[in-house]
């Protein structure tokens, strides 16, 4: 590679990997092994300081995973990541670092279901709270943040589709406070928009999503933009305080602007556990060698679909950014130029029922629970995803009765379209 900055597909072929040093492999191996010989006492007892960089033990770091690792930081154009086994896990480990009981995390409410649920119950048992922002506008978080904050949360594209949000506005509002911007930026990947380019200090990523892009590996990422200042307050101690186990060491004054993405590996992914396979890492790995041309191919196909559905006369509405008339067109022109991505949602003028009879009739799309597959996917959200959601939670979260979820596949649009018209016709 030359001395200029790479450009977004040489990054996603090559970052993090080079050609196997004693094998010459140019793929990258799968190190499937749990563990990894020390080349002397010393040595061992270096890595166990954090002394040196190196493998110990696959839960903590793998030669795999931190080509992924790597990938998705160049990618983010963050300063380091740590990859786990699911987006859940790096929302538990993001703020695992950040939380203690009785701080709390102010969120968006349009994220996606199981974030909703982690955040109102599972992590209550730990003793952090949510603070749900009224709206979507950067002063429903200010108001929203009080002395026991932590972080602000929130999606770049929000599930369950066509809402773009004003990371500048509410990273401007985070900073005021002085507490770190969390974006999950799994619907809109880095392809169609860089998070830390406006202003987030941590970027989260299903992997499972568009980023392995092949729906067939579960993974998840922390990145650390590199731009927080920890020690500006003392909210923060985990980055901040002496670490009895690592010879008193403060993780942030020892690792500066990759600090956050340490704390959660050698803190969180060390106690937590949810290590990722290096299978799965290899497989995410080559879904992201691709990851330009899919969502460009994603992102247009979703808007000849949206456009064919606002068209028709069984369909009351459609939410994607990239129609001129949707009120988030101007959001996505600033903030993911190249396209609104594949997932979005629109109403049925039937209801409930036109909802389950219109998943029944299609053909080509896959109805199930997940998003950002080569193929093309549907779903009822509030006969499943949603489901356990407080019929007001519902609609706050855009799932209200009549309303389908749809993520755009890879295949031709005219086959698309040609399903969805065949079972529009019998709803
Ligand atoms: C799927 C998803 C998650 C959870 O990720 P898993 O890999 O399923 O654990 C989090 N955020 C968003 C936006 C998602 O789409």
Same mark, same amino acid.
């Given at each position: !590679?030359?001395?200029?900055?790479?450009?977004?597909?040489?990054?996603?072929?090559?970052?993090?990997?080079?050609?196997?040093?004693?094998?010459?492999?140019?793929?990258?191996?799968?190190?499937?092994?749990?563990?990894?010989?020390?080349?002397?006492?010393?040595?061992?007892?270096?890595?166990?300081?954090?002394?040196?960089?190196?493998?110990?033990?696959? %839960?903590?770091?793998? @030669?795999?995973?931190?080509?992924?690792?790597?990938?998705?930081?160049?990618?983010?154009?963050?300063?380091?990541?740590?990859?786990?086994?699911?987006?859940?896990?790096?929302?538990? $480990?993001?703020?695992?670092?950040?939380?203690?009981?009785?701080?709390?995390?102010?969120?968006?409410?349009?994220?996606?279901?199981?974030?909703?649920?982690?955040?109102?119950?599972?992590?209550?048992?730990?003793?952090?709270?949510?603070?749900?922002?009224?709206?979507?506008?950067?002063?429903?978080?200010?108001?929203? $943040?009080?002395?026991?904050? %932590?972080?602000?949360? $929130?999606?770049?594209?929000?599930?369950?589709?066509?809402?773009?949000?004003?990371?500048?506005?509410?990273?401007?509002?985070?900073?005021?406070?002085?507490?770190?911007?969390?974006?999950?930026?799994? !619907?809109?990947? @880095?392809?169609?928009?860089?998070?830390?380019?406006?202003?987030?200090?941590?970027?989260?990523?299903?992997?499972?999503?568009?980023?392995?892009?092949?729906?067939?590996?579960?993974?998840?990422?922390?990145?650390?933009?590199?731009?927080?200042?920890?020690?500006?307050?003392?909210?923060? @101690?985990?980055?901040?305080?002496?670490?009895? +186990?690592?010879?008193?060491?403060?993780?942030?004054?020892?690792?500066?602007?990759?600090?956050?993405?340490?704390?959660?590996?050698?803190?969180?992914?060390?106690?937590?556990?949810?290590?990722?396979?290096?299978?799965?890492?290899?497989?995410? $790995?080559?879904?992201?060698?691709?990851?330009?041309?899919?969502?460009?191919?994603?992102?247009?196909?979703?808007?000849?679909?949206?456009?064919?559905?606002?068209?028709?006369?069984?369909?009351?509405?459609?939410?994607?950014?990239?129609?001129?008339?949707? @009120?988030?067109?101007?959001?996505?022109?600033?903030?993911?130029?190249?396209?609104?991505?594949?997932?979005?949602?629109?109403?049925?003028?039937?209801?409930?029922?036109?909802?389950?009879?219109?998943?029944?009739?299609?053909?080509?799309?896959?109805?199930?629970?997940?998003?950002?597959?080569? %193929?093309?996917?549907?779903?009822?959200?509030?006969?499943?995803?949603?489901?356990?959601?407080?019929?007001?939670?519902?609609?706050?979260?855009?799932?209200?009765?009549?309303?389908? %979820?749809?993520?755009?596949?890879?295949?031709?649009?005219?086959?698309?379209?040609?399903?969805?018209?065949?079972?529009? +016709?019998?709803?």
């Amino acid at each position: !590679m030359s001395d200029s900055t790479p450009g977004f597909n040489t990054l996603a072929i090559h970052a993090g990997a080079k050609p196997d040093p004693t094998t010459g492999a140019r793929a990258t191996p799968i190190y499937q092994t749990t563990s990894f010989v020390f080349e002397d006492v010393d040595h061992a007892a270096s890595l166990f300081g954090l002394q040196a960089f190196g493998n110990i033990y696959t %839960r903590i770091t793998n @030669p795999t995973t931190a080509v992924l690792e790597e990938r998705v930081a160049a990618l983010e154009g963050g300063t380091a990541a740590l990859a786990v086994a699911s987006g859940h896990s790096a929302q538990l $480990i993001a703020l695992h670092t950040l939380m203690a009981p009785g701080c709390n995390v102010v969120a968006c409410k349009r994220m996606y279901g199981g974030t909703i649920n982690q955040l109102s119950h599972s992590f209550k048992n730990f003793g952090w709270d949510v603070k749900w922002a009224e709206g979507l506008d950067a002063k429903s978080f200010a108001d929203q $943040i009080d002395e026991n904050t %932590r972080a602000v949360f $929130i999606e770049s594209l929000a599930n369950p589709g066509g809402v773009v949000m004003d990371i500048e506005g509410i990273s401007a509002v985070a900073k005021e406070a002085g507490i770190p911007l969390i974006v999950d930026n799994t !619907m809109a990947t @880095p392809y169609l928009c860089q998070p830390i380019k406006h202003g987030a200090d941590i970027v989260l990523h299903s992997l499972t999503k568009f980023m392995g892009g092949h729906g067939n590996s579960m993974g998840g990422a922390i990145v650390d933009a590199g731009t927080f200042d920890w020690a500006a307050s003392d909210k923060y @101690p985990m980055l901040t305080e002496p670490r009895p +186990e690592y010879n008193d060491m403060r993780l942030f004054e020892t690792f500066g602007n990759i600090a956050f993405a340490i704390c959660c590996r050698v803190l969180g992914l060390r106690d937590l556990g949810p290590a990722i396979s290096p299978q799965n890492a290899f497989m995410l $790995i080559t879904g992201i060698e691709t990851l330009a041309l899919r969502m460009q191919k994603h992102s247009d196909n979703a808007l000849q679909v949206a456009e064919f559905l606002q068209c028709h006369p069984a369909v009351s509405w459609v939410s994607y950014a990239g129609l001129p008339n949707d @009120p988030f067109y101007q959001a996505h022109k600033k903030y993911c130029p190249k396209g609104a991505g594949a997932v979005f949602t629109f109403g049925l003028k039937g209801g409930y029922d036109a909802g389950i009879e219109l998943v029944k009739g299609l053909t080509l799309f896959s109805h199930l629970a997940n998003i950002g597959d080569t %193929r093309s996917l549907i779903i009822h959200p509030a006969s499943t995803t949603h489901r356990q959601l407080s019929d007001e939670q519902k609609k706050a979260a855009g799932a209200g009765p009549g309303v389908v %979820r749809l993520s755009i596949g890879i295949e031709d649009a005219a086959d698309i379209i040609a399903d969805l018209k065949q079972a529009l +016709e019998k709803v």
